[in-house]
């Protein structure tokens, strides 16, 4: 009972919060892209591999540009690691694209073969690069806003992260309000219900899908980006470690809105922080396999809560083929 007190401190609790903030980031950003595509009635099951090849290309594009001759670039380092892992994202978009929407393949088949391929890709790359070396990155800081960071408690949860933790609250308000108060949000919702209705008003569907899935996956490539740069700063292989799958569970759990996904991706967080924090305490009476279970057990239990109050889109995962 002794070690367990150590679980009921203030201070425990402040750090268990805002490290499971930062960790829910990775995991919503995927999730939002995903929201968007199955938006538009397009199943992208292949976040795993999107994200581990955002990861790798976001690695690489702020560990080649740290080392330029140039000192002026250090500080663009990690920015060209965001940008990379992005358009790394767009470009296994387009593949999902093309085989999904253009020639209507079985989308749950296409998606696996993204999620092989971005584990293969990034295996040879990462060894033909850098080989059994530990490559590290400097990344993003901390970034405190003063003088909120000062107060105690909340100004550790909420104001002492890197940047693209404030800046992914920024980007779920945008993809709430590009989704529900913007004619393209209303096309992609659209399409991902009705697609024959919108074809006879003169909108071509197969568009807006492929604008989806490029969007989706350039947020999940972001996803594999933050989770390199802005906070291990380092690369390993299979490095996401499954939140490409969980980032496809919290889409059910938040039934397709992204202010849900959010507060899913914090339960996950903290979840997977817990058990990060534990074993740093060494309390011997929670064992530590247990611990590694927290996310992957909660995952399940949001699968099965999904379940029986599922509101997909009506056309997800059906290839829309015009009369």
Known sequence: MEDLSRLLTTAFLGA?????????????????????TERAGVLNLGLEGIMLVGALAGFMGAYYVERLPAPGFLGLAPWAGILAGI??????????????????????IASITLVILGQG??????????????????????????????????????????????????LLLAG????????????????????????????????????????????????????????????NEGVTA???WIAVAL???????????????????IADALQFRIQALNIAAIPYEVLLMLPYVLTILVLLRGVHKSEAPAALGVPYVKE
């Open 16 to 36: 268990l919060l805002a490290s499971g903030l930062r960790l829910a980031i990775p995991i919503f950003l995927a999730a939002l892209g995903e929201i968007i």
């Open 87 to 108: 358009l790394a994202g767009m470009a296994m978009g387009l593949i999902m694209a093309v085989l999904s929407v253009s020639l209507r393949t079985d989308q749950v």
């Open 121 to 170: 890709l990034t295996t040879y790359v990462y060894r033909q690069q850098f080989g059994s070396l530990t490559a590290r990155i400097n990344g993003f800081n901390e970034l405190a806003i003063p003088p909120f960071s000062d107060a105690p408690f909340f100004g550790e949860v909420f104001f002492r992260h890197d940047v693209m933790t404030y800046l992914s609250g920024l």
């Open 176 to 235: 709430w309000y590009f989704l529900f108060h913007t004619t393209w949000g209303l096309g992609i919702r659209a399409v991902g219900e009705h697609p024959a209705a919108v074809d006879t008003s003169g909108i071509n569907v197969n568009r807006i899908r492929y604008a989806a899935v490029l969007i989706g996956s350039a947020l999940a490539g972001l996803g594999g980006a933050v989770l390199i740069v802005a906070q291990l700063h380092i690369f």
């Open 242 to 244: 499954g939140r490409g």
């Open 251 to 269: 889409v059910i759990f938040a039934r397709w809105r992204p202010g849900l996904a959010f507060l899913g991706a914090i339960l996950f967080g």
